[in-house]
C-alpha cells in the first residue's frame, strides 16, 4: 500500500506494511512535478506489487527495473534533442548540446548510461586545459542532459546530481552607452549621405540600420528579435510590443517608450506582414532571420570601428546597453529582470553591479 504526498515543492512516495518497523517508509522521489511523479509511482508500486523493490531497504533513485532500456551516449543524445526540439528549445540552443555532449562521447568514448561515474565526468569536465567558463558551460550542459536522462528513466541518477559545479569566471558584458549610439548612427548616417550623392543606394537604403541600432538601444530587442518583427507586431494605441518568439521559445510584450516611439515614427510604414527593419526590397516575404541578423552584426562592427570606438562592443552590447541604462538610473534588478526579459534574476544583477562600478568611478572624480 502507498500513497503519493507532496511536501515544500517536492513529491514523495509513503509505503505502509503493519509488519514492518517502522510501519510507514516515506521515500523521495526526486521530481517537482505531478506527471513525473506519478510516472515514478507507477514504476516504484508496479516493482514493489511484484517483490522487485523494498522502500524499506532499496534506494528509489537508484533503483533500476529489469526491462530499463540500456542506451549508450550517442543513442540518448539523439533521443534527447529530438525530444527538445518537439518541446520548441531553440537550434541555436540544440546546436550547443549536441556539441557540448558530442565532445564528451569523443572523449570518454561512447559508453553507456549507467557505466557514467562522477570522476569519469569530473575528469573531463574540469579538465586542466581549458577556462572557468568552459568548466562551468561543460557541467551545466551535461547536468541538464543526465537530467533528462532520469526524467525519461534511461538512467536511475544524475551522476553530477551531489557534485557542486564549478565556479565561473565572471566578464561584465560589454556595454555601449548613449553616446556610443549616437557616434555609430552619425557613422551609418554619414555612410547613407555619401552612397546617395554617388547614386550607388536608394532612398532608405542603409539607413535603416541605424533606426534598427536605436530601437535595440532603446526596447532590449536581441538581434534576432529584430529581424522577426513586424507591423503587426506593434500596437502604438497600447503602447506595446509583442515579441513573439524569444531566446526561449515564449511570447511576451515589451512596453515602447517615447524613443523608441520615436524610432518608429522615422520608418517608412508597411502593411501588417512587413517587417519593420530592413531595405526597401527585403522588407516583405521570407526571411531568413539568422543570415539577417549576422548582416547586420557585421554592419554593426563595420560603424563601430568608423566611428571611432576602440572597445569592442558588437551589436548585442545595444542590448547590454538598454540594460546598464536602467541600472544607472536606479532601477531595481528585478525591473530589470522584467524589462529584458532575463530568465534568471542573477543576470539583471550583473547590471547593478556595473552600474556601482561607474558611480564609483564618478564619485573618484569629483573627488
Sequence with gaps: MASLIKQSGHYYLQFYDSNRRPKRKKVALGV????????????????????KFDPWTDNPRTFQPENRERLSLSTALDRFLEDKAEEGLAEKT???YQGRVGRLIETIGDKQLETLTPSLLNDWIRAGDVTDTTR????????AFLNHCVKQEWL???????????????????TMYAEDLERVCRAVREDYEDKRDRGLCDLHEVIWRGWAFRFAFYTGLRGGELARLRFKHIDGDRGLLYVMKQKNNKQQTVPLTSKAKEVLGEIPDGPPQ???????????????????????????RKYRKAAGIERPISLHSLRHGFCTALAEAGKSAATIKECARHASITTSMIYVKMSNEHLKKEMEDVF
Design 32 to 51: 517537482k512535478t505531478k506527471h513525473d511523479a506519478e510516472k515514478v509511482e507507477r514504476r516504484l508500486t508496479t516493482a514493489y506489487a511484484n517483490g
Design 94 to 96: 540544440l546546436d550547443t
Design 136 to 143: 562551468h558551460t561543460r557541467y551545466r550542459y551535461i547536468s
Design 156 to 174: 536511475g541518477e544524475n551522476p553530477l546530481e551531489n557534485t557542486n559545479a564549478p565556479s565561473k569566471e565572471e566578464k561584465l558584458p560589454k
Design 274 to 300: 512587413m517587417h519593420v527593419f530592413g531595405g526597401p526590397n527585403s522588407r516583405m516575404g521570407s526571411r531568413n532571420y539568422t543570415a539577417w541578423r549576422n548582416n547586420l552584426s557585421r554592419a554593426f
